[in-house]
């Protein structure tokens, strides 16, 4: 599993500096993604914890997030900072 990890350590770094000057470059910058999108498929399918180490929570989070307005912590009677009145 290590080499497949570098090999796409090796596809993201060509990825990342590869300039698409020449139509070779372009071929090099499609390549790195298509042999990136290879060994995550390798590594999803025949490493049993690369899901669970990389996906977390899943997609939503764990508890809904709280939406409601903050408490007022102004004592009776004191101004707001920011010049509202409320």
Known sequence: ???VKGIAGI???VFIFCPLSTGTQVLAFAGSI?????C?????N????YI???????????KPIDWSPLPDRRVAGEKPVDGSES
């Open 46 to 49: 025949l490493d049993e914890n």
């Open 52 to 62: 669970d180490e990389h996906i977390k929570n899943g997609y939503w989070p764990p």
């Open 11 to 13: 596809a993201a770094v």
């Open 1 to 3: 599993m290590t080499i």
């Open 34 to 38: 298509v042999v990136f999108l290879i």
């Open 40 to 44: 995550h498929s390798l590594l999803t």
